[in-house]
């Protein structure tokens, strides 16, 4: 088992399909090409999309936006190995993810628009929305898997957060309540060795963040999260060991963020520029190129319409968010609660004769 052979205490990291796209046959997981070309098509769409979305904000079409560039695969690898009825819980990092779950991206634009139906998802693709307070999300990922369990639902929850969120009490109260639960979680840290300014290294003193698993006496793993075989194969596993009741796993996803931590940002004041350069020969989505072209899953001409698809579907996308028009003010009252409180609909109607008034 991958997640025996890789514990925190092995000292090692899994990769699967290393950054000159060199492959372990023996570790990788059984995809069908199809599903090899849906993942790189996402991650072409997400890249494109994401790059779009900067533009949008420097333009003053949308607002702050956090570029997701160089960790495409460490939320899609566990995406891919979602079930229909589990649950996505983000923080703010994962569009490839969202995109292969069926988030529409103008749904996704909406949100950093600032359009509040942005966050109002289907809620048969079982996401929850955005988490701005960091970590805060692993608490009500811990309520998901307490309530799946007690309504025997047999869904799992995947749960992401940042090197940053590690540092948190939201986390660890998280990571404590799963082990002692044995809840049926996979938390991956998308350890992108940034916080904002803040290194990895004077986040935490410990070695790894796969490691923090031992403490709460659950799985721990740290993988490589720029390649997208290892990402789908431990979230697999993690998976497979939380549905058949085998409690929760902590996935150290190690990757970094290639662009600025936010469009408010400018990575440049504090962090040297070889650093960037060096990651960026592991970037995930060439790697992936590197892998298709290799195997021959796809032809050059294909994967230059694939760019070209992206391209289209994120113009569209932009088109539909920009002329979504925004939710009225009657909405801030209407979905507060389910219904109304009588103070709430004396302010609702109050706010309503004013209206008329004016
Ligand atoms: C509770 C809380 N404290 C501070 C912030 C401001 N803030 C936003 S993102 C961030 C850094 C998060 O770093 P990390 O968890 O590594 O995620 P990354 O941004 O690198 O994806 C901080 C401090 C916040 N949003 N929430
Ligand atoms: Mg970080």
Redesign the pocket.
């Known amino acids: 088992m991958l997640l025996d052979d890789y514990n925190p205490l092995s000292g090692r990291m899994l990769t699967i399909l290393d950054q000159d796209a060199n492959l372990n046959e023996i570790l990788m997981p059984q995809l069908d090409s199809a599903v090899v070309e849906k993942a790189f098509r996402t991650m072409v769409l997400s890249r494109v999309a994401d790059d779009k979305a900067v533009i949008l904000q420097r333009q003053g079409r949308m607002g702050t936006y956090?570029p997701n560039k160089g960790q495409e695969a460490a939320s899609l690898g566990p995406a891919m190995t979602m079930g229909d009825r589990d649950w996505f819980v983000w923080g703010f990092?994962e569009l490839a993810g969202l995109l292969w779950r069926g988030l529409p991206l103008e749904q996704y634009y909406l949100g950093w628009m600032g359009n509040e139906y942005g966050n109002h998802y289907d809620p048969d693709l079982r996401i929850t929305p955005t988490s701005?307070?960091?970590a805060?999300q692993y608490t009500y990922a811990v309520g998901l898997a307490y309530a799946s369990r007690y309504q025997k639902e047999n869904t799992v929850i995947f749960a992401f957060?940042?090197?940053?969120?590690t540092s948190?009490g939201d986390f660890h109260e998280s990571l404590n309540a799963a082990g002692v639960f044995n809840l049926p979680i996979v938390f991956i840290v998308?350890n992108?060795q940034?916080?904002?300014s803040l290194p990895r290294s004077e986040q935490t003193a410990s070695d790894t963040i796969a490691q923090k698993a031992i403490a709460y006496g659950i799985r721990g793993i740290q993988v490589d999260g720029n390649d997208i075989l290892a990402m789908y194969a431990a979230s697999e596993e993690a998976a497979e060991v939380a549905r058949n009741g085998g409690g929760p796993t902590l996935i150290e996803a190690y990757t970094y963020?290639l662009g600025n931590?936010t469009t408010s940002d400018d990575a440049r004041r504090y962090r040297v520029e070889e650093e960037a350069k060096e990651w960026e020969a592991r970037d995930p989505l060439n790697r992936m190129l590197k892998y298709v072209r290799s195997r021959e899953i796809l032809s050059e001409k294909k994967i230059e319409s694939v760019w070209e698809w992206a391209k289209t579907l994120v113009e569209e996308a932009a088109h539909k968010a920009e002329t979504t028009p925004p939710p009225s003010l009657d909405d801030v009252f209407r979905h507060t609660y389910e219904s109304m409180t009588s103070n709430l609909k004396e302010q609702f109607d109050d706010m309503k004769k004013r209206e008329e008034s004016q």
């Open positions: 956090p990092r701005i307070p960091v805060s957060t940042g090197d940053g969120g948190e998308q992108n940034w916080a904002i963020r931590h």
